[in-house]
């Protein structure tokens, strides 16, 4: 069984929504929407549609476009249900949190999850009969909007998991299999730049992941404002940055900069290279400024608040920093402007079609500031040799009803061993678990 990007397959994945998606689409070569009709909106996501955006295919700033647009949840509506390619089956596999959203598994199996404004970390083992989870279990509270989880040293036996705080780093003493944390939080990093309450939801998230020789901690830190200007806003200090530690918890350096909001970092198995996938700046127009996905070379510049996408200065700063100009890195998959891409995950499983390995999943929250909603779904990002195409393809739809109406959100993606991907939807406070069944 092959992937969508295989030809016979995608174009019966293609024809199935061919009576919702612009004649314009079918005429794009090898499957792929490019061009002006590669920006979307929620009626037009389905499983196995790619698309491709460009630098050539940005418009030009219109301020004036900017709305407000903000889901306001309803109740899952009977029948609705996540919709996957063909040959994917999606269940419940656990209900009942606060705020369900990023999710790392651990070396055993067990899925660790960050329930954020609960202020907790749960942990879920297990598939029974009925698909659920076997056991739920708090293995730690009294955090601090945790968010990111990693297992450090890395290999079968970590003995500590770290997790990161709005404000904080810590770490818990681990051996595998703990269903509970067996002490209390020590603070490896004492001090991060704090809580940011923004309209889109609040860059307060912390990621956490290791480099592959296990010496350096990386940690994400999103801006505090849409483009305030650090040299005149000391808010932004060691914001929008990747910020490089050891594991002790020793400050060395901004790691890479001009990253807005880097809400989940991954190792890319291999290329060894960091990956961030990012919320872009708001209030430019529609179709400015895409969120990405990106590879983040070490000591990188990715343009905030003064350029985007490249060269392209924001209006709001215009004529500042004109030396930054050729210095910024232009990422590697542009996505939907305002989709609010979250946690990301290569996937290295066994489940799923051998094509499928090595490339990645995200979670795309969903737009507040597009005057037609786009994201709430989860997304393939393919990869050749460990380097992106460029594209990215819907994977996991149907969380907004045909008019408009917002019911999920999907935030976190993991791997299970046994290659089945879970999602994290935070709008139904629900896990999914995606089966390939090949049926």
Not at 104 to 115: E, K, V, Y
């Amino acid at each position: 069984m092959h992937r969508f990007s295989i030809p016979a397959l995608r174009i019966l994945a293609l024809a199935s929504v061919a009576s919702v998606l612009p004649a314009a689409v079918f005429a794009q070569s090898g499957g792929v929407i490019t061009g002006q009709d590669a920006f979307t909106d929620y009626s037009q996501e389905h499983p196995g549609v790619r698309r491709k955006i460009t630098l050539a295919d940005l418009p030009e700033p219109k301020e004036d476009q900017s709305t407000d647009n903000g889901a306001s949840l309803i109740p899952r509506p009977e029948g609705a249900w996540p919709v996957a390619p063909k040959g994917f089956k999606v269940e419940i596999y656990a209900q009942g949190f606060t705020e369900p959203r990023l999710m790392r598994t651990a070396p055993n199996g067990d899925i660790f999850l960050a329930d954020s404004h609960g202020d907790k970390i749960m942990v879920l083992r297990g598939v029974g009969p009925d698909g659920k989870a076997k056991q739920v279990s708090t293995f730690a509270t009294g955090l601090d909007l945790p968010f990111g989880i990693a297992f450090y040293p890395s290999g079968p036996n970590p003995k500590w998991v770290y997790v990161g705080n709005t404000r904080t780093v810590v770490r818990f003493p681990y051996k595998s299999g703990d269903l509970v944390a067996t002490g209390a939080p020590e603070t490896i990093v004492a001090q991060l730049p704090g809580f940011a309450q923004l309209r889109g939801g609040g860059h307060w998230t912390r990621d956490v992941v290791f480099s592959p020789d296990g010496t350096k901690m990386l940690v994400s830190v999103g801006s505090a404002s849409n483009v305030d200007d650090p040299d005149t806003h000391p808010n932004e200090f060691h914001r929008a940055d990747v910020l490089e530690f050891t594991p002790e918890g020793k400050f060395l350096k901004v790691y890479a900069s001009g990253i807005r909001n880097c809400v989940g970092e991954a190792i890319n198995p291999t290329t060894g290279q960091l990956w961030c996938s990012t919320n872009e700046r708001d209030r430019l127009g529609n179709n400015l400024v895409p969120d990405y996905i990106t590879s983040v070379k070490e000591d990188g510049f990715y343009g905030w608040p003064w350029y985007y996408m490249g060269g392209h200065q924001d209006p709001r700063l215009m004529g500042t920093h004109p030396e930054l100009k050729d210095k910024v890195i232009t990422p590697d998959v542009l996505l939907q402007p305002h989709f609010a891409s979250l946690e990301m995950v290569f996937y290295n499983g066994k489940q799923f079609p051998s094509s499928f390995t090595g490339d990645a999943f995200a979670a795309e929250h969903g737009s507040w500031n597009k005057s037609k909603r786009a994201g709430y779904e989860v997304i393939l990002v393919p990869m050749r040799n460990g380097h992106a195409t460029g594209e990215y393809e819907d994977f996991l739809t149907g969380f907004v009803t045909p008019d408009g109406k917002v019911w999920g959100r999907p935030v976190g993606v993991t791997t299970g061993n046994d290659g089945s991907l879970f999602v994290s939807d935070d709008g139904t406070k629900t896990i999914w678990h995606v089966i390939y069944t090949g049926k």
